[in-house]
């Protein structure tokens, strides 16, 4: 073999030593080292995160995002569906490793478990593409008719918003309530306000379910992060879970999945644990 033959396999072999690995990257806590399984408590009805499919397959943002982490730590996907109420309960039974939905943070759920953070979500308007360019300024609904379910959160944010409105003297928000989110969506295409205010998440995939029927507007209300969740002091999992959402959003996985269904509006900066709520971020 000459010398350039030896160059040459020596360039291969470097390239392919810093040939990343698709198996088994991060490391696994362990848990799911002994078990092989990545264990998931998970509705599987709450679309676009969790559902199943026409073939009654297995779903979503948080169903694909639970398959890459498990490739990662070179576990096989293990998804327990557990009603929302049992999911802190079964965690602190040790029946899973991670209740993976999208949980808010409050002080009571913190002494139970903790959060790995993975989204966000809040309050958006939508609206016909052809009134999308009325809505501008600093303040886009003052003046507007605008939709909202009856005691919802986007209710008492109107009011809020109301407020900001007689403060720059500007035209109020016109409030209509309605019973649900169908009644507001068809008050907006008939005419009756300009607007559905509601949870964004919600909005935006229907958005995409609806072919653009209503287009989500830009502007986010009472943004909030969103977390999986394990067991209080539960570091091991906790840990590995961090630097798999790390891995997938480095490598635009996360961002990729989330588009997909219409959700990347909704992405945080990065993935970080949440053990009180001092530890919480703004986005």
């Not at 291969?12 to 990257?25: E, G, M, R």
């Not at 209509?176 to 068809?186: K, R």
Request: some cysteine.
């Amino acid at each position: 073999m000459n010398d350039t033959t030896l160059t040459a396999a020596a360039f291969v072999a470097l390239a392919l030593a810093a040939t990343p690995s698709f198996s088994q990257t991060v490391t696994p806590s362990d848990s799911v080292r002994e078990s092989g399984l990545l264990s998931v408590a998970n509705t599987l009805d709450f679309a676009p995160f969790e559902y199943l499919d026409e073939t009654g397959e297995q779903t979503g943002i948080i169903i694909e995002l639970a398959e890459e982490v498990a490739d990662l730590v070179g576990a096989e996907l293990d998804i327990q569906r557990t009603p929302f109420p049992s999911m802190i309960p079964g965690l602190a039974a040790g029946r899973f490793d991670i209740a993976w939905e999208t949980f808010s943070a409050t002080p009571d759920r913190l002494k139970q478990v903790e959060f790995v953070m993975f989204l966000k979500a809040g309050v958006a308007a939508s609206t016909l593409p052809s009134l999308v360019d009325t809505f501008s300024g600093d303040h886009p609904l003052c003046g507007k008719r605008v939709g909202v379910s009856a005691g919802s959160a986007s209710d008492f944010l109107v009011d809020e918003l109301n407020v900001t409105c007689a403060d720059n003297d500007l035209e109020p928000i016109d409030k209509s309530v309605f019973n649900s989110s169908t009644d507001i969506v068809q008050a907006v295409m008939s005419d009756r306000v300009d607007a559905r205010m509601d949870d964004a998440t919600a909005s935006s995939y229907f958005e995409v379910t609806s072919k653009g029927q209503l287009v989500v507007l830009p502007t986010l209300y009472n943004v909030s992060p969103l977390g999986l969740a394990v067991s209080k002091g539960d570091s091991a999992t906790a840990e590995m879970m961090v630097s798999a959402l790390e891995t997938l959003f480095e490598n635009g996985t996360y961002q990729g999945i989330l588009e997909s269904y219409g959700m990347g509006a909704y992405a945080i900066d990065a993935p970080y644990r949440v053990d009180s709520m001092d530890d919480l971020r703004a986005e």
